[in-house]
């Protein structure tokens, strides 16, 4: 499956924005049992199936003070907060009424507002609500930590707004500007 996640990065330049950005989605892909198999960046063409190929002519990098980069950070945690509940209702349905041996055992009665295939998968469903990284998270931090309330979204935002630090050292990044980077990954 395919979704389009954001890393929120600090950089001086578009360029050191995208090459910052691709650096953690690096640390989010691959083989090492990160959560998403492979990613494509829209500053190229892509393939047929990732990148513009599926997803179209997406910008490749925005200031997040520009219209297009807040849509794509508000668009993020939109989508976060949306899987959120999502799961969330489904777990509170399936679990109302039902014993701890049934969510252990994942054996939970039979409720209407629920599929009977997802009762069986209640675990999954609490893992997607705590997931820190992977399918239910859109936006990233620089560090590659997954974006998963509006607080954090804030924090990350202007981290490194403080010109000097609690020893009155120059912070080097104070000048920095606040970069968004799409990129579609597989998982």
């Known amino acids: 499956m395919h979704m389009v996640i954001r890393a929120i990065v600090y950089a001086k330049t578009k360029a050191e924005a995208l090459e910052k950005a691709k650096a953690t989605l690096d640390q989010l892909s691959g083989d090492n049992g990160q959560p998403f198999d492979y990613y494509r960046t829209f500053d190229g063409p892509g393939t047929r199936v990732s990148g513009r190929g599926r997803y179209g002519n997406l910008t490749a990098c925005e200031l ?3 219209p297009n980069g807040q849509a794509l950070v508000e668009e993020g945690m939109q989508a976060t907060c949306e899987e ?3 799961n969330l209702t489904i777990i509170r349905a399936a679990v ?3 014993s701890d041996e049934q969510i252990r055992e994942e054996q939970l009665p039979e ?3 629920i599929l009977p295939e997802l ?3 209640i675990r999954y469903y609490f893992n997607k609500v ?3 990284q ?3 998270i859109w936006l990233y931090s620089e560090e590659g930590e997954g974006i998963r309330s509006r607080a954090q979204l804030g924090d990350v935002l202007s981290m490194f707004r403080v010109l000097y630090d609690d020893q009155g050292k120059r912070n080097p990044h104070a000048e920095d500007l606040v970069w968004v980077v799409p990129a579609d990954v597989h998982f």
Do not use: D, L, N
Request: without cysteine; aromatic residues 10%.
């Open 64 to 66: 997040v003070t520009s």
């Open 96 to 98: 109302a009424g039902a």
């Open 111 to 113: 409720i209407p507002e």
């Open 134 to 136: 992977g399918s239910s």
């Open 84 to 86: 959120f509940q999502k």
């Open 130 to 132: 705590g997931e820190y």
């Open 119 to 121: 009762r069986s998968m």
